[in-house]
């Protein structure tokens, strides 16, 4: 099929890449010194993407498009609509990496409330021998409020569990066969919890989902973790609380304008900062490449797509 010609977005595990170059002509959007001369000069022939990261702009400079293959779950940063409206097909890679996020949320969460960060750098600084650290708290016997109890969701409350939490959980609807307390209004349930986790799907329809009312009904006892998009959260309200005192604490993974970070972060001691790295292993990256491809090769063969965005 290597007369397939497909546009690759950025960077891949090298099984993945290696994959694609035994299928097909690859582009390398990521590689190109001029990006736009590329799309200008291989455009009219590319008929899949490959990546993330796919505004309207790019798609329609590509006619023959039939499929974005996305590496990753969430997409946000692809124009469906366009997409749909044009009959591209678009598909992702769910599953592979609930596990691998998952484990990063209750790690986030346990750095925090032991405030590991801090104490590795209070031991290196060779601060120790002038006292211990002050006391902290554990995750047992606290509530875990977690919105979007999806595919990962599910993952962090059987993990919050295992960690002897209470687990309720906010989202569009109530999920049929769930042992855990719903609550249809995020405020309300912020209210209730001790640990607040983002978890849902970015875009318009959960832009500033995470408010500044539900951030200050959470409150100065209260911690938010974010695993989901920077644009869940509203980031300057969610600065100021922290700054005041009137959020306990808070560990991101993915911010509003990434990799920019606000400078007061930075020196916060009630944070933990971490550069969106929910999927980064080897064994995650390596299976969720496995997937695009499979995804491509059954769009190719005329085959049921794995799995389907639109």
Aim: overall charge neutral; proline content about 5%.
């Amino acid at each position: 099929m290597t007369d397939i010609h497909i546009l690759q977005t950025h960077a891949m595990p090298e099984g993945c890449e290696k994959a694609l170059a035994e299928r097909f002509t690859v582009h390398r959007l990521h590689r190109a010194a001029d990006r736009d001369g590329l799309i200008e000069e291989v455009g009219a022939r590319i008929r899949a993407i490959a990546g993330t990261g796919v505004p309207r702009a790019v798609l329609a400079r590509l006619p023959k498009l039939e499929i974005v293959a996305n590496f990753g779950v969430g997409t946000d940063s692809i124009d469906i609509p366009h997409a749909t409206s044009r009959g591209i097909r678009v598909t992702n890679t769910p599953d592979v990496l609930n596990d691998v996020v998952a484990e990063l949320a209750i790690g986030l969460m346990i750095a925090l409330a032991r405030r590991i960060p801090q104490a590795d750098r209070y031991v290196r600084e060779g601060r120790w021998p002038s006292g211990n650290l002050p006391l902290y708290r554990e995750l047992r016997g606290y509530t875990l409020g977690i919105v979007g109890l999806g595919r990962i969701g599910s993952e962090i409350a059987s993990r919050a569990q295992a960690m002897k939490m209470r687990v309720v959980y906010h989202g569009r609807n109530r999920k049929p066969r769930q042992p855990y307390a719903y609550y249809a209004d995020l405020v309300e349930m912020a209210r209730a919890v001790d640990w607040l986790v983002a978890v849902t799907p970015g875009g318009a329809g959960t832009q500033k989902l995470v408010n500044r009312d539900v951030l200050e009904a959470l409150g100065p006892q209260g911690a938010f973790v974010n695993v989901a998009r920077g644009s869940v959260v509203d980031q300057d309200a969610l600065v100021e609380l922290l700054e005041t005192g009137s959020l306990g604490g808070a560990a991101l993974d993915v911010f509003e304008d990434e990799p920019a970070v606000p400078q007061s972060l930075l020196t916060m001691q009630n944070v933990v900062l971490s550069p969106h790295q929910g999927t980064a292993t080897h064994e995650t990256r390596e299976a969720m490449g496995a997937l695009l491809v499979a995804n491509l090769d059954a769009h190719f063969a005329g085959n049921a797509l794995l799995t389907p965005v639109a």
